[in-house]
């Protein structure tokens, strides 16, 4: 299993950005396929966008198509969540997730290991 770490959250104005990181200390981390999802309080965790172990398919939630972009580079065992024009509706606690060389999946149960999170709060 890999060992997630998330940074980059903050407090941001919106139509401000953001850039999330999720990094592993190990050297497998290219083999899982990984996603970010989102808990606001009161609120159920929500898929915001996951890519997969070789980086050939990405998959956004509807709310984030064309504000938000996930990529990752192996070598440096980091997959990271561009958020543009962000709104107060994006404040949550973000989480990192990752799958054994699987496809991206929606649902939270599907993934195996989570990182502790990181707190985004979108100012209006």
């Known amino acids: 299993q890999v060992q997630l770490v998330e940074s980059g959250g903050g407090l941001v104005q919106a139509g401000g950005s953001l850039r999330l990181s999720c990094a592993d200390s190990?050297?497998?981390?290219?083999?899982?396929?990984t996603a970010w999802f989102r808990q606001a309080p009161g609120k159920e965790r929500e898929f915001v966008a996951g890519i997969s172990w070789s980086a050939c398919s990405t998959y956004y939630a509807d709310s984030v198509k064309g504000r938000f972009t996930i990529s990752r580079d192996n070598a440096k065992n980091t997959v990271y969540l561009q958020m543009n024009s962000l709104e107060p509706g994006d404040t949550a606690g973000y989480y990192c997730?990752?799958?054994?060389?699987?496809?991206?999946?929606?649902?939270?149960?599907?993934?195996?290991?989570w990182g502790q999170g990181t707190k985004v709060t979108v100012s209006s």
């Open positions: 190990g050297r497998t981390f290219s083999r899982y396929s």
């Open positions: 997730a990752a799958r054994y060389y699987s496809s991206i999946y929606g649902s939270q149960n599907a993934y195996e290991s």
